[in-house]
Structures are given as structure tokens and as C-alpha cells.
């Protein structure tokens, strides 16, 4: 046996090296998954496997049919706060685009993404045997998505197979820029063409307001994990009641022999979905979520800050749309990239020295441009960023106007 | 908004009211995920978000290729551990039997499926688009699955359709009676016609020493918050080398207009898996499942010693295979149910009459017969559960030998 005692305490009491209370992190995919204090609790109160089966019903056994602790509210306060009108917790957005995608769509139909989609949108689409038509955006430096662009997508696809594609997504806004997109343009175009629309509101839902009534979308997937104050994994899938209809079928299958059926679960969710912690989480966190996108402005308004402060820096420009419309910034900084190719530590200079100014979360190695996210920095945190961007600037000979 | 923060209220400081603390809780599906106490340590260090991607390297950014914390050596261990060649954490053992039956099948195929199989065995063959045929098993009293039954089901599927099936599912142990399946003879049949074997080991692996290649199965599915002292959700997936080619297979997808491709990525589990902190609460839980699983059969003592001193009581007979060799128990009890008949809380008073003396778990309402789960419990939870039966049914004038 290989697996010795030696060998195994390499899994006792693994500390995370870039915790809250040691750094600021500013990973992009980071910032709205941080714990509340409520969550918190909540892990500890229900880490157990299976905890919240105890009060599982026995003549309709699935998640969101349990009362005690309150799933049930839960899940009809998710569709509320979500402007839709059924939700489900599932284990990550991405199992949210799969489980639409296989309902909703057959293999070899066409889905019409972003060209700024999240590569779980495509993997989704692949994994459920779907082709994908790309809208194009407006390239550098704003890569704007030209939502106009779905409508040509979609005769497109009309041409090609004499049908319209049997979806479309719409990343409300992306990993890449941190820009926001007209999703309610886009519902307004698909369903002209009778094509129903998902929005991907992994950076947006949990974090800003979104009501997917409001914009007129019909499907809106979200992740707990990146913008619900929530533990991996969870994702949120909402629904109009039409397309719960299809998206929440239940199962059908019948034993051959045992004739056993199964048809209080939801097929695509193969029942139940997120069994324990992360969900409590998600459900603690709950109330801070509803309270924190009414203050979504003074986030974007840090951003701007931001920006504002970095763009001091010669040659320092902010990539995306202007002013930003939300917390994810990109950055273009040849000026950093110039310091790397002189220092002893190459690319990785930029990390260190942030680093040692207790800030973490921009890719190793990175110069030319990276991306991080302010959402959730105090006031005081944000500044201290800033004054590190300078401080470095300044070491290293670079203009700061 | 009708989500005033009285409604929300009811989303904090949720608390367990069946917690170890205060319940000898028998659960049949809880016992085997109750946290370590160095779970319980990772879960308040690995809370957050995507706490675990802090380190993700940027060449390769996938759950499976990060060092620290160590995922990439656990998945080693994980199939080392359990004789198999590659591992993955997945969002639950349900999700493992989809990857499964999604990449080792095609829509229409066949899969065999033992007759006391999980529901999440169908639903996974359902949403796969798989038909199934179920190998019977013998009846009342031992539900004993007849192994040899799955040559003859897969002659049925090669009469029909011309091919042998594509898969074989094997529940290792059953949800229902407790039962061992002998899986290497299943395997053995199956291999003979060239049908690929999946162990459904969400009862047993975690718990008992499981060793695939021992068996001669291709796959082993197991999960992590009902046998590996994890948070939900955690499946495990582990395959030989053979099966890993064809189930991880790349993402092969490609952008129309970006060209964008993502051949890092696993497609079949859409990138990454479980980010936070279940995978953190089932890596620092290894090292006592590797440890707990060498006491196996003391846990199988206790259950053969519950169900020797319940058998006691008039009329109680413990249905599944004699021996026990899990567990998980089922009992017949028509003794209870005539109490029922003349007791005001009718089928509920076994559940009120349990709870009263600190045990939870058996379905409310159930008098004829339940099942519960004595996995991990000290001699002393067991005596306990044992007087506490006893008590009940001399005080409603019941014969205890």
C-alpha cells in the first residue's frame, strides 16, 4: 500500500495561503463568493453528508419538497428575487446550461452564444450534442458584443437547416471584459424568431439586480459559488413556467421487470441536486444577497475609482466598454510588460510585488494585461490597491501622472 | 417586494434539530458522511467561493492539475485507493453513472441494471437516453440479486437488438436491503461478452475496502457525502485506464467565428467539478477513510449484533441476505404495526417513542418495517439503540425473548 500514513498527512489541516484575513484577493472568479458571516455558520451548522434529509418527505422525496430546513421558501424566494417563476439550486451554472440545453434543444440543433460566452457555455453545448453560432463583438479595445448580430445568427441558421436554432445565450456579462450586455435587446430579437433566450448571469445575479422578467429572458442560470456569498459547488437555474414545463419533465423510465417508476423526480436534475453545506450557504447568505445588490453602485463606482486611479499610470488602459458598467476590469499595461523585460524575475515581478503588498488574485506571470475584480473591497482595501499599483509604477521609473 | 427582511428572516442561523449532538441519528444514507473532525477544519478554511483556484495553473487551468492545495496527488490516491488507474471528484455519484452512461453509450443503447439498483441508476440511464433491463432478484425474504441473470439479459439485448448492451451497472451494496452483490462475478459474465462493468459503490466504498481491479469492474462510482465523511455534493469516479480514454475525453468544440477551442478541458464533466469546499472536506477525510475502512468488519459486527438482539422481539425478522454483511438493516416488523392499530398516534408513535429516547432517523410513520443504518456508531450508541427497542416494545406488552 502505498498510501502510508507519511503520504496521507498531506491532506491533514491544508491551510489556504491567500485567505481574506491575510490578503486582499482580487481573483477575478473570487470576489462574489466570499462567505457572509451567516454562511459561515451555516457550514458548520449543516457540513454532515446528507443533513438536510432528515426532514425529507417521504410521499414526495425531493429537495426542493423539504420544509424543514425551509428549502421549499427558499427556492420560490430564489424565482421571486430572480423575477422568474420556478428555480432550482443545481451543482454549478454550467449543470444549469447542460440541463437547458438537453431539454430544451435535441443533438445536432443549434445554439447561437456570445463570442464573449464563458467556455462552460460551449462545453454545454457539446456535451449536449449542439452546434454553436458565435455573435461577433467589436474587437479591441471595447469588445462589444453586437447583440443586433443574433438576428443575422439566427437567419443563418435558418438557411443552413430551414429552422430557427432552438436556443440562445446570452452571457449578461463576461469573464473576459467585465462588459455588460443588452440582454433584453436580445430576448426582444430571438423572439421575434420564436427562440427562447437563457441568460448567463453568472457575474451578475447575486451581485447587481437582475430580473429576468424584466428583461424578458425565459431561462436565467447563475453561480452560487462566483456571485452568492456561497460555498462550491452550487448553481441557480430559473424558469419561466413554460419552459419548467419542459426543462423540470419528470422522469419516465420503467423498470423492465420491477416495473418500478420514478415520477416525482425531475429528470434532468436526476433528483436531488445539492444535498447539504453549499446550499445552506447559499439559503444563509440569502438575505445579505437581496440587501448587497441595493448597494450594486457603490461597487461599479469603486470600479470607475479604479480605473480612474490605474489609467494615471502612462500606458495604462482599461479594456471593455467605458465607463464600466460593473466590478471585473481588464487592463492593458505595456508599460508593465517594458519593467518585465529588465527584471530578474521576468513576468512575475508584477505578482511579487503585489504580493508583498498583501494583494493577490492576478495571474502569475501576467504584464501586458490581466484582469481582477474589486466587487466587495472596502473603501480603504480599494485604495490600498491603487497606492500599490502607484507605489510599484513609481519603483520601477513609470509615469504616474 | 415580498421579500421583506421578516420573510428573510427565516434563512438565518438555520439550525440542525437532528445533529450528532444531540441524536444517535440512524439515517440509512447519513451515517457514512458524517464529517471528520479535520473536515470539519477544511470546511471554515475552504468555505469561499472558488476558494481553491488560488493556485490553478494558468497552462492547464483544471480542478485535477492543482498542487496546492494537493488535488492532483489526492485524485492519484483516490484511484489508487481503490484499485483503479484515474480518479475525479464529481458533484455526486448520480452525476459519475451520467458521465458514464453519456460517454460509454449511445441514445437507444442498453444498460443492465440490477433489480434492487438506486433510482439515480435509472434516471442516469434516462437522461442518457438509455433503455434499460433489470436482473431480477429473489424475492421476499432475502432479495438476494441473482448474478448469473445478467448473462441472460444480455443474450435478451443481443436477440433484440443484434449487439450486446453498452454497459452493466452492479449496485455493490443495495439502499434497500443492505445486501453485497458479487460484483467480480458479474464482472466475469459481463467481460464475456465484452460489456464494460460500472460498480455502483455509494454504499460500500468509503466505508469497506473496495478494490476495482480486484473485482475486475471498468468503473467504480461512489459518493462522497454518503460514505466518505464529506460534505454534500461529492461523487467519485474512478476508471481503468481503458474506460479513462473514452469518459474524460477532450472537449472538441470550436468557435465558428473565434475559433476558440478548449481541448484542456474535460468535456464530460464540463471543465471542473467541485471547486470548494466539499473536495476540501473529502481530502482531509481520507486519511481516516483509509484508516476506517481496515475496521469494517466491527462495524459489521455491530450490525449483526443489532439485528441478532432485535430479532428478540416477537415478529421482528431482518429481511436481505443472513449474515449481514453491511450495515445498513431492514427490518420487518408486523409487532409494531399491530400497536399501531391501537395507539392515537397511530404509525408515528415507533418514530415519538424512538426520539424520546434520543434516537432519530427511521421514517416517521413506518411500523411495518424500516430501514436504518448502525455504520459508525460506538458499542455504546448501539447498546443503547438496542435497550432503547426493547423498551418500546416491552412497554406496549410486546415478547422479548
Redesign the interface.
Known amino acids: 500500500m502505498?498510501?502510508s500514513?507519511d503520504?496521507?498527512?498531506?491532506?491533514?489541516?491544508?491551510?489556504?495561503?491567500?485567505?481574506?484575513d491575510k490578503y486582499i484577493?482580487v481573483?477575478p472568479?473570487?470576489r462574489?463568493?466570499?462567505?457572509s458571516k451567516?454562511?459561515?455558520?451555516?457550514?458548520?451548522?449543516?457540513?454532515?453528508?446528507?443533513?438536510i434529509?432528515?426532514?425529507c418527505p417521504?410521499q414526495t422525496p425531493r429537495l426542493d419538497k423539504i420544509t424543514?430546513?425551509?428549502i421549499r421558501?427558499?427556492y420560490q424566494?430564489l424565482a421571486?428575487?430572480l423575477g422568474m417563476d420556478e428555480a432550482r439550486v443545481v451543482?454549478?451554472c454550467?449543470?444549469a446550461k447542460?440541463i437547458v440545453f438537453?431539454t430544451l434543444a435535441k443533438?445536432g440543433d443549434y445554439v447561437i452564444?456570445d463570442?464573449l460566452a464563458h467556455?462552460?457555455s460551449?462545453?454545454?453545448?457539446?456535451?449536449a450534442g449542439l452546434k454553436?453560432?458565435?455573435v461577433?463583438n467589436s474587437g479591441y479595445p471595447e469588445f462589444k458584443v453586437d447583440v443586433e448580430g443574433y438576428a443575422s445568427k439566427i437567419e443563418e441558421v435558418l438557411k443552413e437547416t430551414g429552422r430557427p436554432p432552438a436556443l440562445a445565450l446570452i452571457t449578461h456579462v463576461d469573464y473576459m471584459y467585465g462588459n455588460f450586455a443588452d440582454a433584453s435587446r436580445v430576448a426582444k430579437i430571438c423572439h421575434d424568431y420564436g427562440v427562447p433566450v437563457v441568460l448567463n448571469a453568472a457575474y451578475t445575479a447575486g451581485v447587481s439586480p437582475v430580473n429576468g422578467r424584466a428583461l424578458g429572458v425565459d431561462v436565467v442560470v447563475s453561480s452560487?459559488?462566483?456571485s452568492w456569498?456561497?460555498?462550491?459547488?452550487t448553481g441557480i437555474l430559473a424558469l419561466t413556467q413554460e419552459m419548467a414545463k419542459e426543462v423540470l419533465r419528470p422522469?419516465?423510465?420503467e423498470?423492465?421487470?420491477?416495473k418500478?417508476r420514478?415520477a416525482v423526480?425531475e429528470?434532468?436534475l436526476?433528483?436531488c441536486?445539492?444535498?447539504?453545506?453549499?446550499l445552506?450557504?447559499l439559503?444563509?447568505s440569502?438575505?445579505h444577497v437581496?440587501e448587497r445588490i441595493e448597494r450594486w453602485s457603490e461597487e461599479v463606482e469603486k470600479a470607475r475609482f479604479v480605473v480612474e486611479q490605474l489609467e494615471r499610470i502612462k500606458g495604462v488602459k482599461q479594456l471593455g466598454v467605458k465607463p464600466k458598467m460593473h466590478t471585473l476590469i481588464h487592463l492593458e499595461t505595456p508599460c508593465f510588460y517594458e519593467v518585465s523585460k529588465r527584471h530578474k524575475r521576468r513576468g512575475f515581478f508584477l505578482y511579487e510585488e503585489l504580493r508583498e503588498r498583501g494583494i493577490?488574485?492576478i495571474?502569475?506571470?501576467l504584464t501586458k494585461h490581466f484582469k481582477f475584480n474589486v466587487y466587495g473591497l472596502s473603501w480603504s482595501q480599494v485604495k490600498h490597491l491603487v497606492w500599490s499599483f502607484h507605489d510599484i509604477a513609481e519603483k520601477y521609473g513609470l509615469e504616474v501622472a
Open positions: 502505498v498510501l500514513k503520504r496521507l498527512r498531506r491532506y491533514l489541516n491544508v491551510k489556504r495561503e491567500y485567505s481574506e484577493n481573483n472568479i473570487q462574489g463568493g466570499v462567505l451567516e454562511a459561515r455558520l451555516a457550514l458548520l451548522e449543516w457540513g454532515d453528508g446528507y443533513s434529509c432528515d426532514f417521504p424543514r430546513p425551509p421558501d427558499f424566494d421571486e428575487f451543482t454549478r454550467r449543470e447542460l438537453m443533438p452564444l463570442s467556455y462552460t460551449y462545453l454545454a453545448a457539446e456535451a454553436v453560432k458565435e461577433p452560487g459559488h462566483k456569498a456561497s460555498c462550491a459547488p422522469s419516465s423510465i423498470g423492465d421487470l420491477t418500478r420514478f423526480k429528470l434532468a436526476l433528483g441536486t445539492v444535498m447539504g453545506a453549499p445552506m450557504t439559503m444563509a440569502f438575505p437581496v493577490v488574485g495571474q502569475p506571470g
